[in-house]
C-alpha cells in the first residue's frame, strides 16, 4: 500500500497543531482542504485515525501506531532529500498576475514555492493597470499571467471564462444613465466593456474608478455602479445583469502564462510548473501545459 506523503504531513500537522485550523495555517492551506486530506488516508488505511468532539481532536489506539511509522517515513524523506537532492535552485523570479487571477491561491502558491527554493528570491507584481505583456517584452518580467481574447501559440492557457455584466443584488439604475465602476484604460474588462457598449444605444456614464480591484469591489457592492468580471469573480451579494438591463453579450477570454527572456532559468521554470499545476486545469492538461511553457521559453 503507498501513502501519499502529502497526506502524511496533514495528519502529522493536525495531530501537532491540536486541530485542523491550526494546521491548516501551518500548511498553508483551507481548512476544507486539510479535512479533505484526513478523510483520503483514513479511507486508505480502512479505519478511524483521529477522535473528534466538539471540544478536542484525539487519536484513536490506531491514529497512535500510524503516527509514529508517519513521523518516521516523513523523517527518512527529509534525510533522503538533503542527501541526493541536487544543488539547490537559485537566483530571482519575476513575475506579474492580475490582481483577480488566483485570489486567496496566491500567498498559497507563493508560500509553497519558497519553501521549496529557499534560494530563489520571488519579485512578484500584483497589478491591475501595468500591461503585464509589454513587461514582458521589456524584459521586466521573467513570467507573467495575461488576459486575452485571443490565445497566442507561445502562451500556455491556464484557464478560459466568459466575462458577465455584474452589480450587487439590490442594484437599481438611478436614472436613464447606467452608472458604471472601471479600472484605468489599460484594464481589459473596461476595454471589451466600452468597446461592447460604443455598439448599442444604451447611456452610460463611469461614476467610479479604481487603480485595484477593492475599490471596484466596494462600489458594486454598495449598489452605486456595475462592472464587468467573470463568472468566476462573482462574489456573494453579486448578480448578473444582462438580461435584466439588455446588455450586450460580453466574450470570453483567457488567462494564459507567458514567459519572457528570462523565463527559461531552472528557478523560473520551476515556478511555472507550480503555477500551471494551481491553476484550474484538468489534471490532465497539466502535463501539455508544462511542455508548452517550456517550449516557450526556449525561444
Known amino acids: 500500500m503507498h501513502f501519499d506523503p502529502v497526506l502524511l504531513r496533514a495528519f502529522v500537522a493536525v495531530k501537532e497543531a491540536g486541530g485542523f485550523t491550526r494546521?491548516?495555517?501551518?500548511?498553508?492551506?483551507?481548512?476544507?482542504?486539510?479535512?479533505?486530506?484526513?478523510?483520503?488516508?483514513?479511507?486508505?488505511?480502512?479505519?478511524?485515525?483521529?477522535?473528534?468532539?466538539?471540544?478536542?481532536?484525539?487519536?484513536?489506539?490506531?491514529?497512535?501506531?500510524?503516527?509514529?511509522?508517519?513521523?518516521?517515513?516523513?523523517q527518512g524523506?527529509?534525510?533522503?532529500?538533503?542527501?541526493?537532492?541536487?544543488?539547490?535552485?537559485?537566483?530571482?523570479?519575476?513575475?506579474?498576475?492580475?490582481?483577480?487571477?488566483?485570489?486567496?491561491?496566491l500567498p498559497s502558491l507563493l508560500c509553497q514555492f519558497a519553501r521549496s527554493y529557499p534560494a530563489?528570491?520571488?519579485?512578484?507584481?500584483?497589478?491591475?493597470?501595468?500591461?503585464l505583456r509589454a513587461m514582458i517584452d521589456a524584459d521586466e518580467l521573467d513570467l507573467a499571467v495575461v488576459i486575452c481574447e485571443q490565445k497566442n501559440d507561445d502562451e500556455a492557457l491556464l484557464r478560459r471564462t466568459r466575462l458577465v455584466w455584474a452589480a450587487a443584488d439590490t442594484f437599481r439604475t438611478p436614472g436613464t444613465s447606467l452608472p458604471l465602476a472601471f479600472m484605468p484604460p489599460t484594464c481589459i474588462y473596461r476595454d471589451v466593456a466600452v468597446r461592447a457598449l460604443s455598439d448599442t444605444a444604451i447611456d452610460w456614464h463611469i461614476i467610479?474608478?479604481?487603480?485595484?480591484?477593492?475599490?471596484?469591489?466596494?462600489?458594486?457592492?454598495?449598489?452605486?455602479?456595475?462592472?464587468?468580471?467573470?463568472?468566476?469573480?462573482?462574489?456573494?451579494?453579486?448578480?448578473?445583469?444582462?438580461?435584466?438591463?439588455?446588455?450586450?453579450?460580453?466574450?470570453?477570454?483567457?488567462?494564459?502564462?507567458?514567459?519572457?527572456?528570462?523565463?527559461?532559468?531552472?528557478?523560473?521554470?520551476?515556478?511555472?510548473r507550480l503555477v500551471l499545476d494551481m491553476a484550474e486545469l484538468p489534471p490532465h492538461n497539466c502535463a501539455k501545459k508544462v511542455v508548452a511553457v517550456r517550449r516557450a521559453s526556449s525561444r
Open 120 to 131: 530563489v528570491r520571488l519579485d512578484v507584481s500584483v497589478t491591475s493597470i501595468l500591461d
Open 23 to 74: 494546521a491548516a495555517e501551518r500548511l498553508h492551506l483551507t481548512q476544507s482542504a486539510v479535512s479533505h486530506q484526513i478523510r483520503r488516508l483514513e479511507e486508505q488505511v480502512g479505519r478511524p485515525l483521529l477522535h473528534r468532539t466538539t471540544r478536542r481532536l484525539t487519536l484513536t489506539e490506531d491514529g497512535e501506531d500510524f503516527m509514529r511509522y508517519a513521523q518516521q517515513i516523513l
Open 208 to 272: 467610479f474608478s479604481s487603480p485595484g480591484w477593492l475599490g471596484i469591489r466596494a462600489a458594486v457592492l454598495a449598489g452605486l455602479a456595475a462592472t464587468v468580471l467573470t463568472r468566476d469573480e462573482l462574489e456573494p451579494g453579486m448578480k448578473v445583469i444582462d438580461d435584466e438591463y439588455s446588455l450586450p453579450s460580453l466574450p470570453a477570454v483567457g488567462f494564459s502564462l507567458l514567459c519572457g527572456a528570462g523565463g527559461n532559468t531552472p528557478a523560473a521554470r520551476e515556478f511555472g
Open 77 to 105: 524523506f527529509e534525510a533522503l532529500s538533503r542527501r541526493f537532492l541536487p544543488a539547490p535552485v537559485s537566483g530571482v523570479v519575476r513575475f506579474g498576475v492580475p490582481e483577480t487571477f488566483m485570489g486567496e491561491r
